[in-house]
């Protein structure tokens, strides 16, 4: 039964409302360890008020610097203009959780409005701005930079959006020609934006720029643990250029170094470069159990400049589990070495599963990269298509596990890294050329499930790769050529090879095309096959992590991030295998596929939050498409109840997140802990703290 309780603090005696009653009693209780008081806020609010539900707040922030261990931050509908960033973090029992309420579209933007613009000749309005109108950060004077950016570094961090599209920067006055592009100068200390609208009317239509480099972010390094962000939409960002060695990677949200952080639930779009930043600060600390440890669950991530998701070192033991990662580069303003979907350095324990990661209207050259010195990095039931290069593994040691995966077109390009092992894959007209080895640099070696570094050494490219189980379609395995390579029981179809006709003794070709199609659109990503009962002839080992052995320089195994050993007895969807025909290729069961989802995109981002909150939860639905809510029974994660929204579609065929009917995802062989009050001394202790915290607040003010 769920229960309803409400606290009042008057003159030292708490008046409770439970289950209809009144009780009043004196305050002679005992301190509990945490509290668990919800703060609101509302476009109708006000900082002055009391921050409950019928005296909310007016700002996010407002409440991030009162909220206190065990709180919830409750927003309600509307657009909040303004850039959180939280005083404290709460603990491993206790979070802090800042979510949307139950049914409310949140917007939380970097952006303000403009409604004063000027027309001049055309279809181009300007707007004047004086300089104290930005404060100390003006993004129309603060240009792109950074290492290893390549060209466009005279793009601005500003950017001007017409009903939530995001317009291309234009270098000069008369580039203007072309409706959704703008350009700014400076003139006595003013700043003047010009854009061409087109027809609109941008101060009827919404026209906004944005002024604040960030949305959701610490302002202090690694002093923010344990925050929960659920269910907003967090857009227009003034990030900057994020590369591994600068002292913040910026996002339009992120843990500055913080731990244990979760963003589920999340619509992540419009930030100049990053979206979700995991990375470093200038005060690196290597201690993995003080560092890492996030969730990145179900978001949509979209259209960012330089990354979906990036991190160096802090993004460490951390799961990104479910997203939809798609248009990053949208516009092509610019182009560097760090521009992917998802991009880390210096990590350890990082598993990226059931995500569909797509180029769709993005230009960078990866879907993943995994870049310098990753060690133990999972990638495990993703679907990833459309990228000139599926993912890149540059720099690093090892070991890596790609398991269950469907990856469709591209190239699957090692470049000075080793020890990666491919288990239970699909491969259609994927190719894998031959990186090279750079023998100029010498990344980390980290000693196993730390970033803690033994030594420096040049990569032995390609040595010890393996490939077991893989199902590969019109092209084969081309590059195992590394000292200690294997590859055994693969199953190649419609054209494809073995690797030059060696190794895989046990690995079968043929001429059967399975005549795959797919459809990668708003709905998400749908395949369509017919293999015939080839899978089911071919009879594969079961494997788990000591069929691969120890790999060399780091001395681990492909396992679990607590060292356990990986048996890969579930499949795509989650299903059980066989052991004595554990089946070749991502699927465990089943032959013809038609318009089969493997991800549905109507169950990510901010529509679909849960409508019950699970604080201190690390872990949520992690099966893709429309298996919502199984998890892998090899990770030994439990998985919460994962409750979502449908969607409705774009037409430009990316997916976006406005709402809809509420229903719970199916498979879910979970359970939900409810925070009840049926405690007495919880009770007891709860109300003697929300009397400290009123008394507290009322002294400071």
């Given at each position: 039964?769920?229960?309803?309780?409400?606290?009042?603090?008057?003159?030292?005696?708490?008046?409770?409302?439970?289950?209809?009653?009144?009780?009043?009693?004196?305050?002679?209780?005992?301190?509990?360890?945490?509290?668990?008081?919800?703060?609101?806020?509302?476009?109708?609010?006000?900082?002055?008020?009391?921050?409950?539900?019928?005296?909310?707040?007016?700002?996010?922030?407002?409440?991030?610097?009162?909220?206190?261990?065990?709180?919830?931050?409750?927003?309600?509908?509307?657009?909040?203009?303004?850039?959180?960033?939280?005083?404290?973090?709460?603990?491993?029992?206790?979070?802090?959780?800042?979510?949307?309420?139950?049914?409310?579209?949140?917007?939380?933007?970097?952006?303000?409005?403009?409604?004063?613009?000027?027309?001049?000749?055309?279809?181009?309005?300007?707007?004047?701005?004086?300089?104290?109108?930005?404060?100390?950060?003006?993004?129309?004077?603060?240009?792109?930079?950074?290492s290893y950016l390549v060209s466009g570094q005279w793009h601005h961090l500003?950017?001007?959006?017409?009903?939530?599209?995001?317009?291309?920067?234009?270098?000069?006055?008369?580039?203007?020609?072309?409706?959704?592009?703008?350009?700014?100068?400076?003139?006595?200390?003013?700043?003047?934006?010009?854009?061409?609208?087109?027809?609109?009317?941008?101060?009827?239509?919404?026209?906004?720029?944005?002024?604040?480099?960030?949305?959701?972010?610490?302002?202090?390094?690694?002093?923010?643990?344990?925050?929960?962000?659920?269910?907003?939409?967090?857009?227009?960002?003034?990030?900057?250029?994020?590369?591994?060695?600068?002292?913040?990677?910026?996002?339009?949200?992120?843990?500055?170094?913080?731990?244990?952080?979760?963003?589920?639930?999340?619509?992540?779009?419009?930030?100049?470069?990053?979206?979700?930043?995991?990375?470093?600060?200038?005060?690196?600390?290597?201690?993995?159990?003080?560092?890492?440890?996030?969730?990145?669950?179900?978001?949509?991530?979209?259209?960012?400049?330089?990354?979906?998701?990036?991190?160096?070192?802090?993004?460490?033991?951390?799961?990104?589990?479910?997203?939809?990662?798609?248009?990053?580069?949208?516009?092509?303003?610019?182009?560097?070495?760090?521009?992917?979907?998802?991009?880390?350095?210096?990590?350890?324990?990082?598993?990226?599963?059931?995500?569909?990661?797509?180029?769709?209207?993005?230009?960078?050259?990866?879907?993943?990269?995994?870049?310098?010195?990753?060690?133990?990095?999972?990638?495990?039931?993703?679907?990833?298509?459309?990228?000139n290069g599926l993912y890149q593994l540059e720099e690093d040691h090892g070991?890596?596990?790609?398991?269950?995966?469907?990856?469709?077109?591209?190239?699957?390009?090692?470049?000075?890294?080793?020890?990666?092992?491919?288990?239970?894959?699909?491969?259609?007209?994927?190719?894998?050329?031959?990186?090279?080895?750079?023998?100029?640099?010498?990344?980390?070696?980290?000693?196993?499930?730390?970033?803690?570094?033994?030594?420096?050494?040049?990569?032995?490219?390609?040595?010890?790769?393996?490939?077991?189980?893989?199902?590969?379609?019109?092209?084969?395995?081309?590059?195992?050529?590394?000292?200690?390579?294997?590859?055994?029981?693969?199953?190649?179809?419609?054209?494809?090879?073995?690797?030059?006709?060696?190794?895989?003794?046990?690995?079968?070709?043929?001429?059967?095309?399975?005549?795959?199609?797919?459809?990668?659109?708003?709905?998400?990503?749908?395949?369509?096959?017919?293999?015939?009962?080839?899978?089911?002839?071919?009879?594969?080992?079961?494997?788990?992590?000591?069929?691969?052995?120890?790999?060399?320089?780091?001395?681990?195994?492909?396992?679990?991030?607590?060292?356990?050993?990986?048996?890969?007895?579930?499949?795509?969807?989650?299903?059980?295998?066989?052991?004595?025909?554990?089946?070749?290729?991502?699927?465990?069961?089943?032959?013809?596929?038609?318009?089969?989802?493997?991800?549905?995109?109507?169950?990510?981002?901010?529509?679909?939050?849960?409508?019950?909150?699970?604080?201190?939860?690390?872990?949520?639905?992690?099966?893709?498409?429309?298996d919502a809510g199984r998890a892998l029974s090899d990770a030994g994660v439990?998985?919460?109840?994962?409750?979502?929204?449908?969607?409705?579609?774009?037409?430009?065929?990316?997916?976006?997140?406005?709402?809809?009917?509420?229903?719970?995802?199916?498979?879910?062989?979970?359970?939900?802990?409810?925070?009840?009050?049926?405690?007495?001394?919880?009770?007891?202790?709860?109300?003697?703290?929300?009397?400290?915290?009123?008394?507290?607040?009322?002294?400071?003010?």
């Amino acid at each position: 039964m769920k229960r309803t309780l409400e606290i009042e603090v008057d003159q030292g005696y708490v008046r409770t409302r439970c289950c209809g009653a009144i009780l009043v009693g004196a305050l002679l209780l005992a301190p509990c360890t945490a509290s668990a008081n919800e703060l609101h806020v509302a476009t109708t609010g006000s900082d002055a008020d009391a921050g409950d539900e019928a005296h909310p707040f007016l700002t996010i922030g407002h409440a991030a610097q009162l909220a206190m261990p065990g709180d919830t931050v409750i927003v309600h509908e509307g657009t909040y203009r303004e850039r959180v960033t939280p005083a404290r973090g709460g603990t491993a029992s206790a979070p802090i959780v800042y979510r949307a309420a139950g049914g409310a579209a949140v917007s939380i933007k970097g952006s303000n409005r403009i409604t004063s613009w000027t027309r001049g000749s055309g279809s181009t309005w300007s707007v004047d701005l004086p300089a104290d109108y930005f404060g100390a950060f003006n993004p129309y004077v603060a240009q792109v930079s950074g290492s290893y950016l390549v060209s466009g570094q005279w793009h601005h961090l500003g950017q001007v959006y017409l009903d939530d599209e995001g317009y291309r920067e234009v270098q000069s006055a008369g580039e203007l020609g072309s409706e959704g592009t703008w350009y700014t100068e400076q003139s006595g200390g003013r700043t003047r934006i010009v854009a061409n609208f087109g027809s609109a009317d941008p101060n009827v239509a919404l026209a906004e720029i944005n002024v604040r480099s960030t949305v959701f972010f610490p302002s202090q390094p690694g002093v923010v643990d344990y925050v929960t962000v659920q269910g907003f939409t967090i857009s227009q960002a003034a990030t900057n250029w994020a590369p591994p060695n600068v002292d913040v990677q910026e996002g339009a949200i992120g843990s500055l170094g913080g731990a244990h952080w979760i963003i589920r639930n999340c619509t992540i779009r419009y930030s100049r470069n990053v979206g979700i930043s995991l990375g470093n600060y200038g005060g690196f600390d290597s201690r993995i159990p003080e560092i890492g440890h996030h969730l990145i669950e179900n978001n949509l991530v979209e259209r960012c400049g330089q990354a979906g998701i990036a991190g160096v070192r802090f993004a460490s033991s951390s799961r990104v589990v479910g997203n939809l990662i798609q248009d990053i580069d949208y516009l092509d303003e610019w182009f560097g070495y760090e521009q992917a979907n998802v991009k880390f350095h210096d990590t350890c324990d990082v598993t990226i599963e059931a995500n569909l990661i797509r180029q769709g209207r993005g230009h960078v050259l990866f879907g993943a990269w995994i870049d310098w010195a990753n060690t133990n990095t999972r990638f495990s039931r993703n679907v990833i298509e459309g990228f000139n290069g599926l993912y890149q593994l540059e720099e690093d040691h090892g070991p890596m596990l790609f398991d269950n995966n469907v990856f469709v077109g591209g190239q699957a390009i090692e470049f000075s890294a080793r020890s990666t092992v491919g288990v239970h894959n699909l491969y259609v007209r994927v190719s894998d050329p031959f990186g090279g080895a750079d023998t100029s640099r010498s990344p980390y070696v980290f000693a196993p499930h730390t970033i803690e570094s033994t030594s420096d050494q040049i990569v032995a490219q390609g040595s010890q790769d393996q490939r077991w189980n893989d199902v590969y379609v019109g092209t084969g395995l081309a590059t195992l050529t590394g000292a200690g390579s294997f590859d055994d029981y693969n199953l190649y179809l419609a054209g494809a090879t073995r690797s030059f006709g060696f190794h895989d003794t046990h690995g079968m070709v043929s001429s059967l095309d399975p005549h795959f199609t797919y459809v990668s659109d708003e709905r998400g990503f749908a395949m369509s096959w017919d293999p015939g009962d080839t899978l089911d002839a071919f009879v594969v080992r079961l494997l788990d992590s000591d069929t691969f052995g120890v790999f060399a320089p780091v001395g681990m195994r492909v396992e679990s991030p607590d060292g356990s050993t990986i048996t890969f007895d579930h499949d795509f969807f989650g299903m059980a295998r066989d052991a004595d025909n554990p089946r070749v290729g991502p699927f465990a069961t089943g032959t013809v596929m038609t318009d089969r989802l493997l991800f549905d995109a109507r169950l990510v981002g901010a529509a679909s939050t849960p409508t019950v909150d699970m604080p201190g939860t690390d872990a949520g639905a992690t099966q893709p498409g429309t298996d919502a809510g199984r998890a892998l029974s090899d990770a030994g994660v439990a998985t919460d109840a994962h409750l979502s929204l449908d969607a409705s579609a774009r037409g430009d065929g990316s997916a976006r997140s406005d709402g809809g009917a509420s229903a719970p995802s199916a498979g879910c062989g979970c359970s939900v802990r409810s925070r009840g009050v049926d405690s007495p001394v919880w009770l007891l202790g709860l109300l003697w703290l929300a009397a400290q915290r009123r008394r507290r607040s009322k002294t400071s003010a």
